[in-house]
């Protein structure tokens, strides 16, 4: 019977090294999601702030709906823009999506 109490005693202080253990593929798989998925999405998000902050009139953009147009006119929240000739919409900063001359010269998707 000491042969059962002494086998179960001497298993106790590897089971708690054990159980740290058991974490540091958690942690590996934290460290990969973070330098591979959230580092770059949150490096995107602060280049495209900066990109809404320096807007300038006279710039040509396309909006998240698809809308392209040239600022003429800007607030702190807004931009207003000419669609057309004498059509001006207003949008908020946040619904540009970029340059409209970076769209206009990346090449078609498409295989044929």
């Known amino acids: 019977m000491t042969?059962?109490?002494?086998?179960?005693?001497?298993a106790a202080p590897t089971g708690?090294?054990?159980g740290i253990a058991g974490?540091?593929?958690?942690?590996?798989?934290?460290?990969v999601f973070y330098f591979l998925l959230i580092?770059?999405?949150?490096k995107k998000a602060k280049e495209h702030q900066a990109y809404l902050n320096n807007l300038k009139k006279g710039e040509k953009v396309i909006t998240g709906g698809g809308i392209y147009g040239r600022i003429t006119g800007l607030t702190d929240t807004?931009?207003?823009?000419?669609?057309?000739?004498?059509?001006?919409?207003?949008?908020?900063?946040s619904s540009i999506m970029g340059s409209a001359d970076d769209v206009t010269k990346a090449p078609a998707k498409g295989g044929s």
Do not use: M
């Open 16 to 18: 708690a090294a054990g």
């Open 78 to 93: 807004a931009v207003t823009l000419e669609i057309a000739d004498n059509v001006r919409i207003k949008v908020t900063r």
């Open 39 to 42: 580092r770059p999405q949150q």
């Open 23 to 31: 974490f540091v593929p958690l942690i590996l798989i934290f460290v």
């Open 3 to 10: 042969g059962i109490a002494y086998a179960q005693g001497a």
